[in-house]
């Protein structure tokens, strides 16, 4: 490959020849477009980009996307992407997955690869049920959600999929939402850059089991009320006209109101690179109505990569017994000669 | 062997008798390192030409209580000088570490048969602990057996007297006296334990060098006082030329893996999760990074199998390797990777089931699991290993099939075979076969689902090569293309290529072969696995005693060989041993309609020669 | 029925004929209401005292694009005057909502059958998503039938005209009006369907009444219009008397778990997750609380299943529902169940395999998973259900044996049985079964592995039970005490009991009931599951006409009736068909080694009666 | 049961007949003894106990115990307590797991159980190590252990258990050490206590496959010097002559050295039952050397309980549709006779 040549693909380059099969309206087209957009401009040839999902409404995304995938089984995309990576480092792989998928039949696999650092890019769609299988709660689901499997509403606390993934070790942990575009690939690039496992979170609307999940940061006016753009070196200010901003209380995180020159010098600028998790964790902590919906990259630092640590213990060793050959390996041991 | 009667108070100097074949059991606490020294006699009887097999028995706790009968190990050896295909069914010498381990084997021991007692822990407190009422040394209870008794503890502290070591590490070498012992009863010298020695405590001299020299009080001790007055000499066995090295299952295994990454060019990636008895694979390969192997202890066997396919698809050779309940696990993904038509090579150490079982005992029960447990219909090749060496050219084998036809293989051991050992003929580099694969590079008219002719195997078409970008799945595929297809005739299509694809293997696998009466006759002893030994053991014994007896080992279960239901036709009768109750000889029966005679075994252990000529005899009139 | 042919121009009264069976399919896009717009007319018919059979069909996509071939959903009905068995090999009539609907189904239409189509949606946009060239209305291809064309859509908008209702939501009505011209023509009333919408949408009053204007258009533009000359009535059948109501497999299912429930006087847990096509059992328990229910939604269907084990243990009804891919990852957990010997129902509502393979399809394929699919030697019972309202019998007799012998129970249904349904004539309370289990509760000589004489069952002994402390697990147990035991001997007995204990069940099962030729004959076509209204319609047909034809049908799978080898011997000829690859035939042929002959179909969808009746005529030569 | 009965039992009424099979030395005799002593004294009778648990020589546990046990499968012990407690509320029900059964192979049911807040007693037996299968490296074990199956040393980065805990929003989070028996029984004590369910990380000795892996708080030097004993209303103090405490800084939590007589007033006051689960997470981060090692309960919030809750919708179902009857359940839908 050739600068030139990459430079040439476009959006279109990756999409596939088959129909896109969602439901119209579903939040899943958007992800697909701003993906689509924001590969082309990755600097590597389409042949370099796997796609591995799960089973789900979501996990259906390799068959839109005109590079390798791999639409493997319901919860173990992070396993199967786990043992590509690990040999083929050179491939960028992205993984795609539901709520459900990631977190419910697949939270073993999901954790896992997080505190191993994988060298994956990790899109979970939540859209707060299983669409697939046509609406039942999920592990995000918020308690008392009515669903086909749940009547009288759920009883189950929902995960908030950053604390889980921070209270693994994660490195790389973000949370875009679906029809944000501009946001989504800008989170979208941040993560094909990091080399560790990059996790975002992206809200995702289905519009036919569970419609307007997230309109409380989705709906215009939410949006510039309640959405908290986190950024690197930046302090945490959001709302209408950047009215409000986030400090720490003696009881924790608290919202301030910031009237036109206020001081601002206690409202927290965010490093996404601390080594303790602590900050992220309580920051992920924060919910609407009474918080605002922090966005963008909460923590990004640096860690080992596995599979180049596993790799760089091959080629090490490798290199130390460079005459190993089949014959010795086979003749190992204590042998003896019969005549 | 027979062993000459023999006070024991005379001391006359020993007479040297030459014996063909002598099976030894080292039983003591698991504490004891009876699994080392029956491995330092073995090795040492290797290396001198005799034939020989192995059989360690180790229980499920890491370490139960000393001196109970639940910690008792124990390993036994058979040397011969001629070709022998099992450890022996009835020990002639056992060697017993404390009141447990003579309690817990010596209703196996042959009648006249060897005891050598370790007479320091043969007190009350240790009777207690194995629920012994009288001292068995004492009571006449081991009147039909010839028993040799000596302090090794206290002739261990004794011979370490003058070293810096605490008491506990002194009597941590008291195995090497007993080995000492019986080295010095069957006339083998102690210099390959001794090499060893210094090896495995390079970094701890001192240890080393008290071990040594309690080796050699054991030899002296036999030489100085007499205490058996015959020596006994395994000689040579006349094996094949060659080269040779004692081999465990586990290791082979893994030895052909690695040998069949070679001779394919392609890099292995072992998925695995810990589980007795298959974790020695993993153990083994992790240390063959300098040939480019990848091992991954995943999170479960689900991630395990998971991870190997994703190795596959990005065209390393996928392994994974389990025991019963683990395979289990596997099972959803297996036929992912049936589906996605990709090269995976699943091993199966087999063990006592159901659920969590018996860990530490083999079986052969996972059978139909490997043929059936998946949804759908759902056929893959699966193959078996009938002793330790023979692991290494299984496992072979079932590289090459998944790699020709593109489907996961199953590879069958068992924690006979992974435990046991055998002297192997190494084989030359240039006459193993040739595994070199073609990945698909030609982006003209590409067709992830298109199929070749004769395997009928799709093309691997590896991520990274430009204009080949294709997506697969779990989903039913449509036919050459390897899109989604609902469409019902697609689907009948593939689910009859999928099973095709593996009928194809039997047009090139050999013939299953008889040994025996070739042309048929009254009974056809049928195996597989393990039970090859015994098997083979019993039928020269009752041909040599004139006996109308065949024998035929099935390593390919999986299609069959084409001529399976021509050889069933050829015999009055067919008799199956199997460690389970019947599972192969369900599917020769469903498949040939010949009424297969199934001699089941299932109490975790091999059969014995004896049970099988008794079995036999029943079905010969 | 033959309708009559008829031209469509002509105006004059319809005459109002009486047909004694007709095959009707509703098909369209998956956002047409093609499945309420069935399930209305097969209720209004069943209300009237037809029987009938319904064989729904939608795509695996949620909602696949309109317009085209994937996102085709499809309804068939068949109503009756008299017993019948299946939905119908071919549609009568067939409701076409697209083009592509069209497309999608006219391949199956009888000859000479009806088309109603849709004109409104026949323009050039919808044939290029359904991949058509010319417009199949005017282009001739559908020579062979009768087709009547309307503007549902138009009609509709008119209907609505007056209506404050926004274009999608009228559009959205447009199924009523089909379903108004199809109760015309049927001569139905609509009164079922008007009240089944008043409650539907009892907080959307005007929807309600917009739906119902529709349905009312359509029929009147039928009976104004003069669209068809004929009218057809298909009469009452003549039923056992009772109480009926139409059922579908899983609702018949859950309803059965329930009764079981009751009759036994133990809680239900059902742990399950969702999967298609079982999730529904899980929604249709989860709306039972009332009774005492618990669901459990659980993380992963292995955690669902250990739920249920642990609800059994503690003494409720430990209940799991999957399909093929979920069963799969319960291996482990049922053989765990198997070994603690606790009873437990394990429902699999197959679907098209392997992998993920056709989850919206049907299947026959987990038949060797559930028997084989488990480490060891791990045999449990397996019974299936063959139509919607068997599935409530089934049920209960899956928990009498789970509880009587202490033992993990497979139930097979599948996706054509789960979502078909069928009239059920409901059972009187008092008629069912008395399911009532004794907990053990006297401490006195207490073993948790003492048996019962008669099933070897173990006693079920509650935690909170004063005095019966005890402990149970994976490991291989001692008979009686159930401590841990490593005993060759032991674990040999254990196998052979845990296999012995379900061989016990067929000690009281009853015999396999020949129907035809029951002292035997020239050839029996065997089945199990779903196939049983395709079999039970072929063979009637056939010996209609004179063939030496029976048929028998097998619900205990594992184990077989005593009398099984039996009948195979009786009959010259054994047609065993399946929708998959042969599996019970594979069991039948190893256990008796009579040479059934397997006729398979893996294509998603039953065996038609005729394509039963041309292979039987293959075999009666 | 009467108080009297129960106040008769003592800690051999929970000793079973079972021959303890662990190696000599084993760090699970001393937890096997603290748990048959403060059984006694939880005013429960004997058959009311069920210890419940998956495979490792931790999950023997049960046979050990004369009460009602279940030894299940590696890694299932949550999902199975959870199906016993959902019917059973009247149990008090302990799970028994290892590292490995905990978080490796069971780790989605683990993560599950807490968010759900079920009302069980988890004691995970944390011995960094697979002691079963004879020395293998588990997701506790530190990076670059060289164990049977990771010859050059392991690549994984370890889970922190608590941390994980508190990412899916636990309820209970404490923990001990084998041999600090009386520290051990006031733990068990609390988690007996607390309703939903308590979590207890256990440092556990595996003396034959990782011997002394926690010498660093075990050792008596080190006892005294980085045991940190968390107790609420409590301020972090701890170290020889209680010279040390910990307080916020700008970047985290610090130690301050505490001569005679220093000011305490910047001391963390610990408070286990804050809503956000913020400041336990920030605290479970610290590990020796740098920072003393957090022993005790760390957090302990009321939460509804899964199994009370899912009690209360049958029973309130129940009441409200009292007259339902299996008769009226068969009849339900469209009927009609056929006479
Ligand atoms: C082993 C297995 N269990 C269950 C299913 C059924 N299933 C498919 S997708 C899904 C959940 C989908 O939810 P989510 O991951 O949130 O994805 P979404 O459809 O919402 O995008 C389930 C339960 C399956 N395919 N395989
Ligand atoms: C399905 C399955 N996989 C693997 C095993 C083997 N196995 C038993 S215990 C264990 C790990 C034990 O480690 P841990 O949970 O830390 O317990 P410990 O022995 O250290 O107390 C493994 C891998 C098994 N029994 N079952
Ligand atoms: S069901 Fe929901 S998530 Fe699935 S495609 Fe439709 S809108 Fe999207
Ligand atoms: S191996 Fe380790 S954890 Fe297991 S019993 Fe022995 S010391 Fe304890
Ligand atoms: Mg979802
Ligand atoms: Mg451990």
Redesign the interface.
Known sequence: MTATETLELTKKDFQSDQEVRWCPGCGDYAILSAVQATLPELGLPKEKFVVVSGIGCSSRFPYYMNTYGFHSIHGRAPAVATGLKMTRPDLQVWVVTGDGDALSIGGNHFIHMLRRNVGLKVMLFNNRIYGLTKGQYSPTSEIGKRTKSTPLGSLDAPFNPLSVALGTGATFVARSVDIFQPHLKSVLKRAAAHEGTAFIEILQNCNIFNDKAFSGVTDKAARSENALYVEDGKPLIYGKENRRGIRRGPAGLEVVELPEGADESEIIVWDEAVRSPSAAFELAQLQAPEFPVPLGVLRAVDRPVYEQQVIGQIREREEAKKDASLESLLNSGDTWEVS | MTLPVAGQEAATPATLEKISDVVIRFAGDSGDGMQLTGSQFT?TS????NDLSTLPDF????????G?L??VSGFQVRIADHDIHTPGDVPDVLIAMNPAALKANIADLKEGGVVIANTDEFNVRNFKKAGIETDPLEDGSLAGFRVYKADFTTMTRRTLEDTDLDTRSKDRCKNLFALGMVYWLFSRSID?TVEWLKVKFKRKPEIAAANIKVLKAGWNFCDITQLFQVRYEVE?A??????????HGNSALA?GL??AS??SGL?I?L?A????PA?DV??EL???????????????????V??????S????L?VTCS???G???K???M??A???ELPLVVCDI?R??????????T?Q??L??V????????PVPVLSASTPADCFDVAMEAVRIATTYMVPVVLLSDGYIANGSEPW???E?ESLPDLRVQFHEDAENFQPYARNEETLGRPWAL??????????????KEEGSG??S?D??N??LM??L??DKVKRVAREIPDLEVHGSPDGGKLLILGWGSTLGAITGAVNDLREQGHDVSRAHMRYLNPFPSNVGEVLSRFETVLMPEM??G?LS??L???Y???IKSYT?????PFAKSELVAKALEHLG
Chains 1, 4 share one sequence.
């Open positions: 090795n290797a290396l001198l030409g229980p499920a706790e890491i370490r139960a209580p000393t109970t639940a910690g390959t040579k006349t094996l094949e030329p060659g080269v040779y090295r004692n081999i030895i690695v040998a070679r001779r890099p990636f998925g999760y810990p589980i007795t974790s993993l153990h992790a240390s063959y990074k300098e040939f480019g192997v990848t091992t991954f202890q995943a999170e479960d066997e689900i991630a395990a998971c991870a190997s396919i994703g190795a698809y990005g065209g390393a996928g025991s019963g309940p395979i289990a696990l099972a959803e993904a036929n992912l049936l589906m996605v087999q006592g089931g159901p659920s969590t079982g018996l860990p530490t005992k079986e029960s996972d139909l699991q043929m059936f447990g998946r949804n759908g219909d759902s003929r190494i084989p580099v991520p990274g090569t430009p204009g080949l970008e294709h997506r697969v799945g779990g989903l039913e899109n989604i609902y019902p005739d689907h009948e689910t009859h999928r099973s389970n109750l599972q369900l599917l029966r469903a498949e309609l010949k009424d075994k299932v109490q975790g252990k």
